[in-house]
């Protein structure tokens, strides 16, 4: 059965990093696209971006340029999110989800991330 | 970029009764649109692709539809498990967009 497997929560301060990863199992990791969403508290869900496990092309949000960078081992069936330069705006609940013909039909449980110092 | 107008942004419908959520983009995205369905304290779940394809193992009491630019998702007999959340998302061009969620509450 398909599963992604999302790192534990993060608590981070202020312009530091964090690298979260999503852990595919249950499939051919390098078939599907896998995107990243965030959700803030009690608000509705951003897409990030997307990376293709097979050849590591990535597409991103523009208002993530800066912010998130999306690689993949292909060794471990793993992708990963950094996030940079973090404040409090980036306090939010991150999912990694495993897309298939433009439907994303198998998500992580999701991360905490919290700034604070 | 693409704006998901969905609306209500809450819904307080009785068991059994008929329920419909409603999502206008600012521009024309076909039917490359789907719905999400989010418990409290859980990751989204697919519901419907293709603007009217009902999700594998989804129950048949939803359904969605499209009416020009309108998209709709309605739930036929509200159960008590259909409490949460519900997203549209369009993927017709990047960035892809949700709507700002409806949340849908027992009467």
């Known amino acids: 059965q398909v599963n992604l497997l999302q790192s534990r929560a993060a608590l981070v301060k202020p312009g530091a990093s964090v690298k979260l990863s999503c852990k595919a199992s249950g499939y051919t990791f390098t078939d599907y696209y896998i995107h990243w969403v965030k959700q803030s508290h009690g608000k509705s869900l951003e897409w990030i971006g997307y990376i293709n496990p097979n050849s590591g092309y990535t597409n991103y949000n523009e208002k993530f340029k800066s912010k998130a960078t999306l690689t993949v081992d292909k060794s471990t069936n793993t992708a990963y999110m950094e996030l940079s330069r973090l404040t409090s705006e980036d306090s939010a609940t991150y999912y990694c989800?495993?897309?298939?013909?433009?439907?994303?039909?198998?998500w992580g449980q999701g991360v905490m991330v919290t700034v604070s110092s | 970029d693409i704006q998901m107008t969905q609306s209500p942004a809450s819904l307080s419908a009785s068991l059994e009764e008929i329920v419909t959520i409603t999502c206008q983009p600012s521009?024309?995205?076909?039917?490359?649109l789907s719905w999400y369905q989010q418990k409290l304290g859980k990751s989204p779940q697919l519901l419907i692709h293709s603007a009217t394809s009902l999700a594998d193992g989804v129950p048949s009491r939803f359904s969605g539809s499209r009416s020009g630019t309108q998209y709709s998702l309605k739930i036929n007999r509200l159960q008590v498990e259909d409490t949460g959340i519900y997203y549209c998302l369009q993927i017709s061009s990047t960035p892809w967009t949700f709507g700002g969620g409806t949340k849908l509450e027992l009467k």
């Open positions: 521009q024309g995205i076909g039917n490359y």
């Open positions: 989800t495993r897309e298939e013909d433009y439907v994303f039909d198998y």
